[in-house]
């Protein structure tokens, strides 16, 4: 592990028994099936409701807004109303989404899909959805809260949208590199966007910095899931614990096939198409398509896109105020968010 | 149409182009695929994305939530942002409901599910709740939206509480009438509560008066749903527009049915699943399931805890302060909420 890959691995921990406390108080004790549902999607409680250990996801959104908020006034705390309400949409989002993927794992358990059915599934991310806009209200102003919720709302409307686009493009095979980063700017890097904007919010910041940050996290936000098709297409198996071309076999449309199809001549176009024409595509013709991408100088593209966009989050970092630009911990975040193997 | 539906169909209108006016500028100008889905959702465009003039709904809940505001402060404009909210909500809830249920029409159009697939439909859902808390930032001071958010975030709570309960009642054979009345109390009274609770708030009146106003709502709810369930097994087909012992045919469990299965002795009980076990139960099964509910007085009970919770309905009214306990159109709310014939 490098050094940015352990911050981030300690980062959460510096947080975490605050956020556990703030989150915990907004779900609540009610104790009916719905509720158990959720403490279940959150990782709190086994499929019977008994507590345990379970993975709850790195809590990338609700760190990034605390480390924000903390790095401009000193304290996390007055961020933590805000980033229990990321993590709440994020986990929001996450129920709708295996549900429209069909995913039957999330965090190496059953989905809740899977166990309770898509209609308890659309209800546990309509929960906690609602409950992400309950956190904000411990906000420290009326002021601030009200700015609060206008920026969660107008973030929730961006991942629907992009949401919305991945789903539509499923149908598509016209996409292009330029509308996939659209997609993924609203359905993913939106909310790493809204995360530094809030903790700058809450540290009462002036608005030209929370823009700057906005700016910053839209950039990281990209370039991760760029990273992340990177590592879906070429990731090393050792390090990811998944097969060579994971994504490939999954016949999943991320950036890699987008580029290869807009790259390549009508011949190479043809012979992708009759690669992933099989239901589950063999080792062979995994093979067959990456060598493709290497032909059509896929893989440089797409580095160069990462880069690009971890570029232009260097330079917004550079340009916020001293306590931030010069902030170590966020020049590592940068460097995991568009470097890491895994 | 007795004086009270007249009320009730006028109503509406009274308040439509000032509602239609604040809800377009909050869903705004976007022309994206899934704000097109919003928008034929809500009943303004066909499938293409064509203007025309489609059932939009009744807008009870805006309009109760209008009617409060300006029977407390003689103008219903302050509660414009919540009336509009709450219509949101009450259309992001249908849009997940369709999916629960498998509904392909809604208000005489194809659901959205039914056009453009599940995950489509999830997302206008979640884009229309997401815009429902946009819209309550218009209201007059940070201080009344900072509660209208925690109102609407609770109210969402208890109408995923209901739907979920409502979901899992399916799958139930032991279902009781106090259970089926404490799901319906949540999945459809409370948003009826909430409705004239955020009019009082918007009007500036007293927190007693929004707790006496969401109590004369809540009762208003619960027998509103009674006599939505009273009209599905015992309607007038003349006026209904629908078959005899329509919600019958359709299996659903609702109080007639809970009612019957409490009130009926064993061999009743095995009749009644005997009348209930085929796929489509013909004419002279839901003859046989009227005829036992007659024979076990389940009509007379039913109509009892209907005129129970309008009892309770006009209680609340008249322990409210003078404007709104001899309001007359409030009176003529609560008697077509209970005694509705379609």
Redesign the interface.
Known sequence: MNEAAALVSELPARYAADLDRVLRSVIGE?D???HR?ARYHLGWVDEHGDPGQFNRGKGLRSTLCLLACEALSGDHRPALPAAVALDLIHNFTLS?DD??DRDVLRRGRASVWKLW????A??V???L???A??A??DLA???T??AA??M???T??AV??G???D??FEGREDVSVDEYLDMISRKTAALIGASLRLGALAAGAPPTTGDGLADLGLAMGIAFQIRDDMLGAWGDPAVTGKPVGQDLRRKKKTLPVLALRQAADAPGRARLAELLAADEPADRQIQAVLELMERFGVREQVRGLADEHAARARTALGALPAPLADHPEFAALIDYFTTRRA
């Open positions: 009610h009916d099936p719905i549902m709708h549900v429209m059915g898509v209609a308890q659309i209800n991310g309509d929960l959805c609602a409950r806009f309950t904000l209200g102003s009326p002021e809260i009200v919720h206008r969660l709302a107008d929730c409307v629907v949208q949401q919305s686009a789903i539509a």
